[in-house]
């Protein structure tokens, strides 16, 4: 099985793949116009997250965590597995105070669907339990959501040597290069590149920027 160096774990709103993208960049020194579009969110997907994420339950019982295929060497997964305390990754997740999420949903809703409510419901149901997707409504969906979201986020710290990452640094530049530096891919020759596209994903996102 070959285990990724980094796995960043992070619920919604899509700080994760903006964290990702900017690994990426920072490796590889191109960007384009689609890494980060209108509504803010960034560019993001892997073999890794989607099977982590989008297809961890089937018909509501959660799959047993298996790879069988090159993984990169940072990785993003929204979704907590048992699985991962044998893993030889470096974790972290991304972590905010609770008296945020209501604005992080506001993030995901719009940028993941479009501020579709019928369509965001249906996507969160995609890695909630069977159990509780079923009474996921109009009327409830936030409360359950969050609930959902926060216990996740309690279960990422199960695992050993875990390091937080706050989601308030990734407003700030220098703080991002930081974080950057620390998981090992700031490189000084690709920061212009880099800032070039923090600035697009900044300027996007300011209207929920400015909330917190």
Same mark, same amino acid.
């Given at each position: 099985?070959?285990?990724?160096?980094?796995?960043?774990?992070?619920?919604?709103?899509?700080?994760?793949?903006?964290?990702?993208?900017?690994?990426?960049?920072?490796?590889?020194?191109?960007?384009?116009?689609?890494?980060?579009?209108?509504?803010?969110?960034?560019?993001?997907?892997?073999?890794?997250?989607?099977?982590?994420?989008?297809?961890?339950?089937?018909?509501?019982?959660?799959?047993?965590?298996?790879?069988?295929?090159?993984?990169?060497?940072?990785?993003?997964?929204?979704?907590?597995?048992?699985?991962?305390?044998?893993?030889?990754?470096?974790?972290?997740?991304?972590?905010?105070?609770?008296?945020?999420?209501?604005?992080?949903?506001?993030?995901?809703?719009?940028?993941?669907?479009?501020?579709?409510?019928?369509?965001?419901?249906?996507?969160?149901?995609?890695?909630?339990?069977?159990?509780?997707?079923? +009474?996921? =409504?109009? @009327?409830? !969906?936030?409360?359950?959501?969050?609930?959902?979201?926060? &216990?996740?986020? $309690?279960?990422?710290? #199960?695992?050993?040597?875990?390091?937080?990452?706050?989601?308030?640094?990734?407003?700030?530049?220098?703080?991002?290069?930081?974080?950057?530096?620390?998981?090992?891919?700031?490189? +000084?020759? =690709?920061? @212009?590149? !880099?800032?070039?596209?923090?600035?697009?994903?900044?300027? &996007?996102?300011? $209207?929920?920027?400015? #909330?917190?």
């Amino acid at each position: 099985m070959s285990y990724p160096k980094i796995i960043i774990l992070a619920i919604g709103g899509s700080h994760g793949d903006f964290l990702l993208k900017s690994c990426e960049i920072m490796t590889h020194g191109k960007i384009k116009d689609s890494d980060v579009d209108l509504n803010g969110r960034a560019d993001y997907m892997s073999t890794f997250k989607t099977q982590t994420t989008l297809q961890t339950f089937k018909k509501g019982k959660k799959q047993k965590l298996e790879i069988n295929y090159k993984t990169n060497d940072i990785e993003l997964s929204h979704i907590y597995y048992e699985e991962f305390q044998n893993f030889t990754s470096k974790f972290y997740y991304i972590d905010f105070d609770k008296k945020y999420l209501d604005i992080v949903l506001d993030m995901c809703i719009e940028k993941v669907c479009n501020n579709n409510i019928d369509k965001a419901i249906e996507y969160f149901k995609e890695y909630i339990i069977d159990g509780i997707a079923k +009474k996921i =409504n109009k @009327t409830n !969906y936030r409360e359950i959501l969050k609930l959902v979201w926060w &216990n996740g986020i $309690k279960k990422y710290k #199960k695992l050993k040597d875990i390091e937080s990452i706050d989601m308030l640094s990734f407003y700030n530049f220098d703080e991002m290069c930081k974080i950057l530096k620390k998981l090992n891919v700031y490189n +000084k020759e =690709n920061l @212009t590149v !880099y800032e070039k596209f923090y600035q697009k994903w900044y300027n &996007n996102n300011k $209207k929920f920027i400015n #909330k917190f």
